[in-house]
């Protein structure tokens, strides 16, 4: 018996419904919203976004660039109030006890800034979030800086912090 040369399974989806799909993932990507999650609230099968996020480099850039837009608001957000901050810091006026408690979520909650607490504290049984509590305007600043700065300044902002 001969076998048919015709393929089996599924014909592959054309650009019309790729574009489909996508834009019903679309509005739960941009806010912040993992690619499984999307999948589950846009009703898509997630199996098809998975391959295509494999096999389709413009459907996978598409969807990470749909992801970083939350992360590029908020960062931007966030930056802004940093910045905020350390124009009080640079002309003098004090830190408001928002402005301190935005600082340490800040450190406490921004990767880059945990690792540079967690490898910095003096005393092992010492947490770096009682030690931020208890931080000056001078530290607040200089933790600022650090953050903003190239890595030679913020090994000479860290050496002041101690």
């Known amino acids: 018996m001969?076998?048919?040369?015709?393929?089996?399974?599924?014909?592959?989806?054309?650009?019309?419904?790729i574009d489909l799909i996508f834009q019903k993932l679309e509005p739960y990507l941009v806010t912040g919203l993992s690619i499984s999650r999307a999948v589950f609230n846009a009703n898509v099968?997630?199996?098809?976004?998975y391959n295509l996020y494999q096999e389709n480099?413009?459907?996978?850039?598409?969807?990470?660039?749909?992801?970083?837009?939350?992360?590029?608001?908020?960062?931007?957000?966030?930056?802004?109030?940093?910045?905020?901050?350390?124009d009080k810091q640079e002309n003098k006026v004090p830190l408001s006890r928002d402005d301190r408690q935005f600082i340490q979520w800040i450190?406490?909650?921004n990767n880059a800034m945990k690792r540079f607490y967690t490898e910095?504290?003096?005393?092992?049984?010492?947490?770096?979030e009682s030690w931020l509590k208890v931080m000056d305007?001078?530290?607040?600043r200089r933790t600022v800086h650090v953050r903003?700065?190239?890595?030679?300044e913020r090994a000479e902002a860290v050496a002041m912090l101690r």
Do not use: W
């Not at 001969?2 to 419904?17: E, F």
């Not at 598409?62 to 837009?69: H, L, P, W, Y």
């Not at 903003?148 to 030679?152: G, L």
């Open 57 to 86: 480099k413009e459907f996978a850039d598409r969807v990470n660039t749909a992801q970083r837009f939350f992360t590029t608001i908020v960062n931007d957000i966030i930056s802004g109030e940093v910045r905020f901050i350390l």
């Open 137 to 140: 305007d001078e530290k607040c």
């Open 120 to 128: 910095q504290k003096e005393q092992p049984d010492q947490d770096h």
């Open 45 to 49: 099968p997630r199996s098809t976004v």
């Open 107 to 109: 450190a406490v909650n």
């Open 148 to 152: 903003m700065h190239s890595r030679q």
């Open 2 to 17: 001969k076998h048919s040369s015709k393929k089996r399974g599924k014909p592959p989806l054309t650009q019309s419904q």
